[in-house]
């Protein structure tokens, strides 16, 4: 849920409408967001994880670099994703 809606927040600038979902296809997307926290809590969901923190690195760069390093060394993937905010931060 969270990546399609990351990428449609992305392409749009902007949290999609209903309609906008609906229109892509994914409009049981919506009725998923009401069930799993409610809509106001996945706004803020991903329009934190789709703007950079303080070293410029997104969600998406933390994310990416956590499966590289899973995909490296295995691991615990809460693990990864911490050395990957920790690499990422660092640079």
């Known amino acids: 849920m969270e990546a ?3 990428s449609i927040t ?3 600038g902007r949290f999609p409408k ?3 979902l609906t229109a ?3 409009g049981g997307l919506w009725n998923a967001m009401q ?3 409610g809509i106001d809590a996945w706004r803020a969901r991903v329009i934190v ?3 950079p923190d303080v070293a410029g ?3 998406d760069d933390i994310a990416r670099r956590a ?3 899973s995909q490296e060394r295995g691991g615990d993937p809460m693990d990864n994703w911490l050395a990957a905010e920790q690499e990422l931060r660092a640079a």
């Open 4 to 6: 399609e809606l990351l």
């Open 10 to 12: 992305a392409e749009l």
């Open 18 to 20: 209903r309609a906008e």
């Open 24 to 26: 892509r296809g994914v």
């Open 35 to 37: 069930r799993n926290g």
């Open 49 to 51: 994880a789709s703007e």
């Open 57 to 59: 690195a997104t969600h």
């Open 67 to 69: 499966y590289f390093l």
